[in-house]
């Protein structure tokens, strides 16, 4: 991994918690990051991104962004664009990449057409009812870390998963449940880095609970997916740049019992923090977490470049 230090002797920035349900989370991934960045000496300042964030970015003085933020506001392309107005570098996606893949009605879409399998779906308004047949996953369009998702076995679930997932405002999508495994791909510079097999502990899939309390969770790495192994991470990368994520982004799919690959969904800001699925693949790989946030800063940029008619005489 290529690590040139691009940012050493600037001011650091970290952006934290934030406005979504994921909060909590963000700030794990905030802690974690700043170890990292001080531990090769970097001087940073974790900057709450509420809706003060303008003015304390500005009040900073940080001359780039580490953006730990996840979930609406923050990995959506909102502060994303906020970013651009203000002339920071920032990690991660920019505001088209973000906002696509927030939005996972649009992900499904984008990657259909580039000819990736994903499951088969209906788009809901709020209080619409889904017809699809059982079994089905009900999920907000615009939400991450597993918030408001249920799988309804038959009429008797409908109702509570229904329930969970309008606690989230807009709309639902209603998806064929992919009976198999769930894997999950770490991208990074475009290249699949490593697949892993994501086991939930008393739970069916990877609930929120599930995802953020140790000893939740049984990882398999590499996942064992024999001759099709390099077929998943291949239809990882093609998603990551389908939706024209950057850096890098972590692809989850599930695998049917025939061992082919149904994309769930691209995150563009997946977890840094303790329990992160990422850093876990990226140290499969080869690469320690403290290179893995410097590279990540490395890697720092801004998306739109301004243009400037020149006035005639």
């Known amino acids: 991994m290529r690590i040139e230090g691009r940012y050493r002797g600037q001011r650091v920035g970290i952006l934290t918690g934030g406005l979504s349900a994921e909060r909590e989370i963000s700030r794990r991934s905030a802690s974690a990051v700043q170890g990292a960045l001080q ?16 003015r304390s970015l500005a009040e900073s003085g940080v001359d780039v962004v580490f953006n730990a933020l996840h979930g609406r506001y923050g990995e959506d392309g909102c502060v994303q664009g906020l ?34 399998p994903t499951p088969e779906a209906d788009l809901l308004a709020p209080d619409e009812a889904p017809k699809r047949p059982f079994p089905m996953v009900v999920k907000p369009r615009s939400e991450g870390s597993s918030n408001g998702v249920g799988i309804a076995h038959g009429p008797a679930d409908l109702a509570g998963v229904l329930a969970g997932a309008r606690a989230f405002a807009g709309d ?13 791909v770490a991208v990074f510079d475009g290249r699949p880095l490593a697949a892993m097999e994501v086991i939930a502990l008393g739970d069916e899939f990877h609930s929120w609970e599930v995802k953020y309390t140790a000893g939740r969770e049984e990882f398999l790495l590499p996942a064992p997916l024999g001759e099709r192994y390099s077929e998943v991470l291949a239809v990882a990368a093609a998603t990551h740049e389908a939706v024209q994520a950057s850096v890098y982004s972590r692809v989850d799919l599930r695998i049917d019992h025939q061992g082919n690959p149904f994309v769930l969904e691209c995150n563009t800001l997946p977890g840094l923090h303790e329990l992160g699925w990422f850093p876990r693949m990226a140290a499969h790989a080869g690469i320690e977490f403290d290179d893995l946030i410097e590279g990540l800063l490395d890697r720092a940029d801004l998306g739109v470049v301004e243009t400037i008619r020149e006035e005639g005489p």
């Open 83 to 116: 970013l651009e107005v203000l002339r920071l570098p920032y990690t991660g996606s920019g505001v088209q990449a973000s906002s696509l893949a927030m939005d996972k009605w649009l992900t499904k879409k984008v990657i259909e057409s580039a000819g990736i």
């Open 172 to 184: 639902l999508i209603a998806e064929d449940f992919i009976a198999g495994r769930e894997v999950t």
């Open 39 to 54: 531990r090769r000496g970097y001087e940073t300042e974790c900057i709450e991104g509420d809706r003060l964030v303008a």
